[in-house]
Every structure is written in C-alpha cells, then in structure tokens.
C-alpha cells in the first residue's frame, strides 16, 4: 500500500496534549486549533505529527487519533517557559527535531507552523528537510502591539516585541503560504510593518466542532440555567484570565443593561485550572469594579469552564459577549454563535468583519461602554432580534466555519504555492503535495 502523505504540525508554546487543560498558562485556542485541523487532515488521508516542547514530566509521545500524534522534544530545560521568551530556546529544539527526523521512515511533505515562536522552528526545519512552510501566525506583533494598553517601555520589556516584528517579518517573507484568520488580519501583514505580497496570503477562519456545539430548545435552556443554580436572564462572557479580553469594559457595558433589564446578570466563567496570582489578582481587581459600580449582587463570578460542560454554558446564556481589546479572531463567540445563543462581538478584532450585522450577530465597541450595552439591552428587550441572531448565527457557523471546512481551505492554498520556492529545491515535493491536497479535496467533495 502507498504510504500516506506526511504532515508536520508545530506548536512549540503552551501545553500541547490530546487532550490539552485548556486555561493553562499560554494554553488556549490556538492548541485547540492545531489539535482540531489536525484530526480532520488524519481523516482525510495524512499522516499528522503535532511536534511541541517536552517539559516538565511530559511523555515524549502522545496518541491524539487515528493517524494523528503528538510528539514532543526538549529544549531550555524542563520548566515552563512562556511564549514571549521561549524563542531563545528554538534553535535548540530544531537541532533536536533534526536527530529525530533522521530516525523517520518516511518523510514529510509539509510543515504547517503556528505562532511566531514556532515559525522561527518551520522556517529553519524547512530549510533542512526541502519542503514547504505553511505558517499560521495566530497573533500578528505589530498590531498586538499597537492595541495594548499600558507604558510602551513596560510592553516591550515583557513581550519584546521589537525582535518579535523583525523575526514575523522573516517567517512571513520566507514561508510557502501564510494563512490569515481574517481580512484584517490580512490587511496587517500586508502594511507598512510586514509589507508581504498579497498572493502569498490566505484567509482562512479557525473553526469549531458541530458535533459538539448545537442549539438546543428553550426549554433546555432553562433547564441548564437551573442545573448550574442560575435564573433571570444570562449575559456569559468566558475563556482565559487576561486584561486584552475586556472583562473590565464588560462589566462597565452592564451598567445600562442593569438599568434596564431588572433579572439580567453578567457570569462571568473566567481564570484557570491552576490560576497564577497575578490572575487571582485581575479576578480580585474584577471583582472591586464590579462593586464600586454598585452592581456586585449582579456579577457571577465562577471558575474556568470544563471543556466537556463549555457546549452548556454557551446554551444557558441569553447573550454572549465577546467584549476583547483587541481578538486575532473570536473563537468562542463562534462557538456561542454555533449553539444558537445570541451573540455581541468586539470591533476590536477581525470576526465582526466577517459577519452580518443584525443577521449573524451584533458587534459594538467595548471602549463605549453605552454602545456594547446598548447592543446587550436591544437582544435583551427584543425577542425577534434574539430569535434572528440565533438562527441566522447557528446557520452561518455551520455554513463557514465547521473543521473539516476549514482543512479543505488550507489544503486549497497550497495550489496557491508559487516558484519562487523553487530556490529550496521543493519543487517535486511540492507537485507531490499538490497532488495528494487535489486528491483528498476531491473525494471530500
């Protein structure tokens, strides 16, 4: 039997498993990601290795699904490193990426990269094993930088992002394909700070797992709103403790809603399995706004959210806002989106671009507080707007966004992979690639 074409998938950062503690540090939506994209590619005919960072008391392999593993090599020790620093260590961790290529079977036809850290690893090892680099940068520098808050000096000693734009700037010009996750995550890559050409740049939304997320009846809804000892009306807002997620902004946007919805809450299902002090502090400074504003007797508070019960709280809640400083996509708002919950989305971000207003979602500002509450109030008060949002989103998550819609849009970019790799010598591989890519594509069809 021919053997199956042979995937490398790199995500060094974070803890990277089959069946990953989303919420730990460093450890979010982008695992979720490589993992998803990863099993479709399995079921589709490649052979999948996710390569990570070995640490702590980790296996060094790990079976995520038929087909699909994940391996992982050391470098920098055998602490957590966080990803704003551990890409002082990748030159080591290729070096050990090497030694075990060489043991390998067969090889690879392609690397698909993800965050920066890990396109410094997909650049060099494609280099080294002549094929081609697609990158998925997630999380662009410049415009991380140029939409946090807080004393320039004090952000660039924490996340140095001056090196960091000068080595995206590298991977961007030196990868295959670079695969964008909105439009204006495009129009980034293609400024004055990266300045990539435009035919080399692919949107391609992350995606989510129909056979989780779904709308149920409003019955049920109730239902799980009782479960988890919750009644009124519910604005859910969940994911990682971190101040770019807006928290804060949300809980100023209530104000107007507490005014006048008399049984609306805010739950807020935020923080870790194992939170950090630092996030025990941010909950802590939550929780104080949240009381000087008076309105602390509406504010739940509860802790992170179990993947297998993520699907429910998306369902009990009547609105969920997705109220971030600045959000690379919108993952969970999708998500929401996909159970037929309503949904209000930052203008902070690429997803809202992408979306019909009024149809699919709202979206609002979350720095105007009267505007994102405005938007929470007309869901609330009116339930033609809800019953809308809910149809029209739910159909539209599926239409676009489901996994395996998403691995059949990668795939369809690497016909996109011009000569200009021929100075790598990987214009075999890539014929090859090519054609297993318009194999898959066709009997997925």
């Not at 902004?249 to 002090?277: H, N, Q």
């Amino acid at each position: 039997m021919a053997l199956r074409p042979r995937i490398m998938m790199i995500s060094t950062h974070g803890y990277v498993a089959a069946e990953p503690e989303l919420g730990k540090p460093d450890t979010g939506g982008q695992v979720a990601y490589v993992l998803e994209l990863s099993r479709c590619w399995g079921h589709m005919g490649f052979d999948v290795d996710i390569l990570t960072r070995q640490f702590e008391d980790q296996p060094r392999s790990e079976r995520v699904a038929d087909h699909v593993r994940v391996i992982r090599l050391p470098c920098g020790g055998s602490e957590f490193i966080p990803k704003e620093t551990l890409c002082d260590h990748i030159p080591e961790w290729v070096s050990n990426v090497r030694r075990w290529t060489d043991d390998l079977d067969s090889p690879y036809s392609m690397i698909n990269s993800h965050y920066w850290d890990a396109g410094l690893a997909g650049e060099a090892l494609a280099h080294n094993l002549g094929v081609p680099h697609v990158h998925t940068p997630h999380s662009i520098g410049s415009w991380k930088r140029d939409n946090m808050d807080g004393d320039p000096d004090e952000l660039e000693l924490k996340y140095h992002f001056r090196k960091r734009i000068r080595e995206e700037k590298v991977i961007f010009e030196g990868c295959s394909v670079l695969i964008a996750t909105t439009i204006q995550q495009r129009q980034v890559l293609e400024g004055h700070n990266y300045g990539i050409a435009a035919d080399k740049i692919f949107v391609v939304p992350p995606g989510y797992d129909e056979t989780r997320f779904s709308p149920v009846s409003r019955d049920s809804r109730e239902a799980l709103k009782r479960v988890h000892g919750l009644d009124g009306r519910i604005v859910l807002a969940l994911g990682r403790m971190a101040h770019n997620k807006g928290y804060d902004l949300l809980i100023r946007s209530m104000v107007p809603v507490f005014e006048r919805i008399e049984d609306a809450k805010l739950l807020l299902a935020i923080g870790a399995t194992d939170p950090t002090r630092r996030e025990r502090e941010q909950i802590g400074e939550l929780r104080l706004l949240a009381d000087e504003l008076g309105i602390a007797d509406r504010v739940v508070f509860r802790d992170f959210i179990p993947d297998d019960a993520l699907a429910d709280f998306y369902r009990m809640a009547d609105v969920f806002a997705l109220s971030s400083r600045y959000e690379p996509f919108g993952m969970t708002a999708v998500e929401a989106m996909a159970c037929g919950t309503a949904t209000i989305v930052t203008t902070e971000g690429g997803l809202w671009e992408q979306l019909s207003w009024g149809r699919d979602a709202l979206y609002a500002n979350p720095f105007d507080p009267q505007a994102f509450g405005h938007a929470i109030v007309s869901v609330l008060t009116y339930p033609r707007i809800a019953e809308q949002l809910a149809l029209s989103g739910s159909q539209s998550a599926r239409d676009g966004y489901t996994w395996m819609r998403i691995a059949q849009q990668v795939l369809r970019s690497l016909e996109h992979i011009t000569a200009s790799d021929d100075q790598r010598g990987v214009t075999a591989q890539i014929e090859t690639l090519r054609a297993s890519a318009r194999d898959v594509l066709q009997s997925t069809s």
